[in-house]
């Protein structure tokens, strides 16, 4: 399928970016000793790296040491450029770098169609009868009082089911008797773990879903768009909405989502006092695991490809924009068909290390895609953590996709519904740069 021809403009960018990128290596090698600068930002990444590492997997002194390691490299490494008058040198290749980027982002733009819910055909949503929406008032920290989602969404003609504070309620039993009394849309205000309860009756029934962003990080919010500082302007969708198709993770026979997470992360999120304390949690757990003091090592299959030994494991309904466990990503799509994976294996220090300093690129790291994913273990069940929720399921478990099985409404307008950076691909970037006016790219 032949892209839009580029125009002047763009290939004029992209020999920019590539000027810049060469200029800003040239002042770096040849204005100072370039092998001591290497060595010098060499040693400060390995001194941050480990430093990272004793902090995640240690207690006590080692972890003090650790985190004051991983602070002082980077400033006594700039100390020293200031100190050798290497400043007016680091700020000239930092200037460089920063034009580069910005004019190749300006580049790879052309032909770069944004894939997720801006890409997604949508149609006008259809009337609706009844509007069932399910609250949960305790969820983001009490989103659901804060902003009157109640009162809004009755004075627009919805019926509200809130849930009860510390009670355990089933959701989607709930959601299953209101289709059964003739609710013809479903939403939800709480969290990612709630939402995919709902959206599975919803899937089934095949009716639209109404994501209104009241959790705590709205993942699936973000992704389809929605304002996630204001969950009011969701309630928008009642009135001028659309309407598309997006998938729908499973996983042991559940709905989810966002993502599956096995290893580390599943062990961290089934601790009772995480859901109060989660970082102090994690901190706390994190020494016996990356030690392999405790968990099960992983061994999955994504469809042919064998991923034995993993020490954490995400599976995700759509993969991430980010390949870099350091980042938080977003999904540029829902509706691509297939499971994003991210399986890590780290098995001591200079792993971590290596991990830290070259992300995506490290061994320790594998990322793929997947329509079916399934992970074993030596232990009959493992914790699971679907859409954040602590669980524990039998091995093997199995987790795919069902593509286009959910009919999402949102509103028109959509705030967040931004075009993603088109990724920073410098093969591509040089093919632009030195491909002929009036030549297609294939």
Not at 20 to 33: E, R, Y
Not at 178 to 185: F, K
Not at 190 to 219: C, K, M, W, Y
Not at 246 to 258: C, I, S, T
């Amino acid at each position: 399928m032949s892209k839009a021809e580029p125009s002047d403009r763009e290939r004029t960018s992209a020999r920019c970016a590539l000027l810049a990128a060469v200029l800003a290596m040239l002042v770096s090698l040849l204005s100072l000793d370039g092998s001591s600068l290497i060595l010098l930002l060499g040693a400060g990444l390995a001194v941050c790296a480990v430093g990272a590492w004793w902090f995640l997997a240690h207690r006590g002194v080692l972890r003090v040491l650790g985190a004051v390691l991983a602070v002082a490299a980077p400033v006594t490494v700039f100390v020293l450029f200031l100190n050798g008058g290497m400043w007016f040198t680091a700020l000239a290749a930092i200037l460089l770098w920063a034009v580069a980027l910005a004019c190749a982002r300006s580049a790879l733009r052309v032909g770069h169609r944004p894939d997720g819910a801006t890409r997604q055909a949508v149609r006008p949503a259809g009337p609706h009868r009844q509007a069932v929406l399910i609250m949960n008032p305790a969820s983001g920290g009490g989103k659901v009082g804060r902003f009157g989602l109640v009162e809004r969404a009755e004075a627009l003609g919805a019926r509200v089911l809130l849930l009860e504070p510390g009670t355990h309620t089933d959701v989607a039993r709930l959601a299953r008797d209101a289709v059964a009394q003739g609710a013809d849309l479903l939403g939800v205000a709480g969290g990612d773990g709630t939402q995919a309860l709902v959206a599975a009756v919803a899937a089934e029934h095949d009716l639209p879903f109404l994501v209104i962003s009241a959790g705590t990080r709205n993942h699936l919010a973000m992704d389809l768009g929605l304002d996630r500082a204001d969950p009011t302007r969701c309630l928008d969708a009642l009135t001028d909405g659309v309407e598309f198709r997006v998938d729908l993770g499973e996983v042991a026979g559940r709905a989810f989502v966002n993502t599956v997470s096995f290893g580390v992360y599943a062990e961290i999120v089934r601790r009772p006092e995480y859901r109060d304390a989660k970082t102090g949690t994690a901190l706390d757990a994190l020494p016996d695991l990356l030690a392999g003091g405790a968990g099960e090592r992983l061994d999955a299959r994504a469809d042919d490809r064998p991923l034995d030994g993993q020490q954490a494991l995400l599976v995700s309904n759509n993969p991430y924009t980010s390949t870099d466990p350091r980042e938080v990503g977003r999904r540029p799509r829902l509706d691509g068909g297939v499971l994003g994976v991210l399986g890590v294996r780290v098995d001591g220090a200079v792993q971590a290390a290596d991990l830290a300093v070259r992300g995506s690129l490290s061994s320790a790291l594998t990322l793929l895609t997947s329509r079916r994913v399934e992970v074993t273990a030596g232990a009959a069940s493992i914790p699971v953590a679907v859409d954040g929720e602590a669980l524990l399921l039998p091995t093997p478990v199995v987790c795919t996709v069902r593509p286009g099985a959910l009919r999402v409404l949102v509103p028109r307008d959509r705030p967040g519904a931004v075009p993603p950076k088109p990724p920073l691909d410098w093969r591509r970037l040089v093919t632009l740069a030195l491909g002929r006016p009036g030549r297609r790219e294939e």
